[in-house]
C-alpha cells in the first residue's frame, strides 16, 4: 500500500511544533510504503541509516536513550505550557489559526502549479490496497503515477517551506507564542535552551559514532592492500 499524503497536518506541524524545538513527526512526503519499495541490500540499508542503538556500545546505547528519554519530557512540558498559553490567550489561538490558513492557501497554490491529484493519489491507494492479485504491471504502472504525484507534492511542500511570506509570519507567530508562553511559566526559555543542548550532544554523539563505523571499514581494506 501507499500512504496518505496529509500536507496540511504535516506542514503545519513543521511550522508550530516547530522552531520551539518541541520537534516534529516528519514532514509527511508521500512515498511508497515498505511494500511497495524495492528492498536495497542489508549493507546498503546500515549505511543510510547510520549508527542506531543496537551498532553503539553499551554505555553510549544507554547514554542516548536516557538522553532521548529526557527530551520527550522536556518535549512533554513545553506542549502542556504552549497549549496552555492558546487556552488563555485568545488572540494567540487567532494568530495561529491565521497562519494554518495562510499556509494552506500557500500550498494549495503550490500543489497546484505541480498539477497535484490528491483524489487521484488516494484512489490509486484505495485501488491497490483492495486488489491484492493485481498484476505486477499494472501495480507498477500506478506506483508510478503516484510517485510523479508524490514528487510535485514534495516540491511543492519545498516552495512552501522557503516562501518569504510564510517564514516572515511564521516568525511573527514564533515571536507571540515565546511571549505568551513565558507569561504561563516564566522558565520556557530555559527549557527550551536545555533541549536545543540536548538535541546538539545527540547529534554530535551520532556524528561521532558514524565517523568511527567509516574509520573501522576502511582498516581491513588497508590491511589487504598491505
Known sequence: MLKRVNWAKSLIMLFLSFALCVGFVGT???QPDKDTQQKQPAQKQKQKMG?????????????????????KKLQ???????????????GLKKKEQNLKNFIQKKMDKNMADKDVDNARMD??????????????????????EYKKNAKGYQEAQTKTLQDSEVQKKRKEYKKALM???????????????????????????KR???????????????????
Open 123 to 144: 484512489e490509486i491507494r484505495k485501488e491497490i490496497r483492495e486488489n491484492k492479485d493485481m498484476e505486477q504491471s499494472k501495480k507498477g504502472e500506478l506506483i508510478k
Open 51 to 71: 549508527p542506531t542503538m543496537g551498532t553503539m556500545k553499551s554505555g553510549d546505547a544507554q547514554k542516548l536513550k536516557q538522553m532521548q528519554q529526557e527530551m
Open 76 to 90: 512533554k512540558k513545553l506542549g502542556k505550557i504552549k497549549k496552555q498559553a492558546l487556552e488563555e490567550n485568545k
Open 179 to 205: 511571549a505568551g508562553m513565558k507569561e504561563v511559566n516564566p522558565e520556557t526559555g530555559k527549557i527550551m535552551d536545555k533541549l536545543k543542548n540536548l538535541n546538539r550532544k545527540m547529534r554530535r554523539m
Open 28 to 30: 509527511g512526503s508521500a
Open 208 to 226: 561521532q559514532k558514524m565517523q568511527q563505523m567509516r574509520q573501522m571499514r576502511k582498516q581491513p581494506q588497508k590491511g589487504m592492500a598491505e
